[in-house]
């Protein structure tokens, strides 16, 4: 017998597995609609992605890291408002049902919700394409979410973690000959898997950076265009990033040349990575938070009254700085 919708929702997102204790959710699934619990002084924060196969992912990813990384995307959006998950909803539409596919899909999910706080409260499933779309509610005390627009000129400008993993785990996966595969460990393997399915939770940082931050955001398209963004709406014209400055880890040292590495720092995209703007009065405070979480958390350069954004050598020249920014999954056939 075909499982209908409500089967597949029992059997696959109403386990136990993903039984929500979580004290501001007073209904999740099996109602009409989940019921949260808010306190007074705290305001809602909602945001929503879709991902789509063949677009946002290959279409055999693994379906349990597809699935963590589905949720992962979605919370970084609160980290980087300084934001506390509250749960979760998911619309999934599936081309066949396979239980395979479903059992591995909703385990990976469970897994993450568990990982990242954050309940899965409702969703729906329907037939079509393989589509994910995840929308994530969060909760901030009232007034002190972190904005894109409140930057100014002098601000530094800071990155957890390291970038361009996310994009060089795609050149691997792809077979890209930037990436030098020959050779690569498990250990390797594993770090860009994690770096592409797997990002870094950040919501620690994101609340311990509530009042000092100036602006942040999350790295979803590249450094490059996402921090515009944050010059858009704060209104700076220009900024100077410092090349030597941007933090890379040890695979991407040995894997790819300097320049693909700035590359993929300043516009690999997908590194889930917060970027944040701290005034300079704020600066000791604001690294004393970070580290105390034991987050690397790196200086790359400044906000400033140049006319655009620039990327600055080691050796002071500025750097041709590509229109670089996330694309969706291109055929790379000949």
């Known amino acids: 017998m075909a499982l209908t919708e409500f089967?597949?929702?029992?059997?696959?997102?109403m386990s136990e597995?993903?039984?929500a204790d979580h004290p501001h959710?007073?209904?999740?699934?099996?109602?009409d609609a989940a019921i949260l619990s808010l306190p007074d002084d705290h305001d809602l924060l909602v945001s929503v992605d879709t991902l789509n196969e063949s677009v946002h992912f290959l279409p055999d990813a693994e379906p349990s890291l597809l699935a963590a990384r589905c949720l992962a995307v979605n919370v970084s959006d609160l980290a980087a408002m300084g934001a506390s998950p509250l749960g979760f909803t998911l619309a999934l539409s599936l081309p066949q049902v396979s239980l395979s596919w479903l059992q591995a899909f909703s385990e990976g999910l469970a897994k993450a919700a568990l990982d990242a706080d954050c309940p899965l409260i409702g969703g729906d499933t329907t037939r079509g394409p393989l589509s994910i779309t995840i929308?994530?509610?969060?909760?901030v005390p009232r007034g002190q979410a972190l904005l894109r627009s409140g930057?100014?000129?002098g601000d530094a400008v800071y990155v957890t973690g390291t970038l361009g993993d996310a994009a060089a785990a795609l050149w691997w996966m792809q077979g890209d000959s930037r990436f030098s595969a020959k050779g690569l460990s498990s250990t390797e393997e594993q770090h860009l898997l994690e770096a592409f399915y797997q990002p870094a939770n950040r919501i620690a940082v994101g609340k311990a950076l509530r009042g000092?931050?100036?602006?942040?955001l999350d790295l979803s398209d590249g450094l490059a265009s996402d921090l515009r963004h944050i010059l858009k709406a704060s209104s700076v014209s220009g900024a100077r990033i410092e090349a030597g400055?941007?933090?890379?880890?040890?695979?991407?040292?040995?894997?790819?040349s300097r320049s693909d590495q700035i590359e993929l720092a300043m516009g690999g995209g997908d590194?889930?990575?917060l970027c944040v703007c701290i005034p300079p009065a704020r600066i000791r405070e604001a690294e004393a938070a970070v580290a105390a979480l034991q987050v690397p958390f790196t200086r790359i350069g400044q906000l400033s009254n140049d006319p655009e954004m620039m990327v600055i050598a080691s050796d002071g020249s500025t750097m041709d700085l590509k229109a670089t920014g996330y694309h969706h999954f291109q055929s790379h056939s000949s």
């Open 25 to 31: 959710l007073v209904k999740g699934p099996g109602d």
């Open 7 to 13: 089967d597949i929702i029992r059997q696959f997102f």
């Open 245 to 256: 400055q941007l933090p890379v880890s040890e695979v991407l040292k040995q894997r790819v």
């Open 271 to 273: 590194d889930y990575e």
């Open 212 to 216: 000092i931050a100036s602006a942040a």
């Open 151 to 153: 930057a100014s000129a």
């Open 135 to 139: 929308q994530v509610h969060g909760m």
């Open 17 to 19: 597995s993903f039984a």
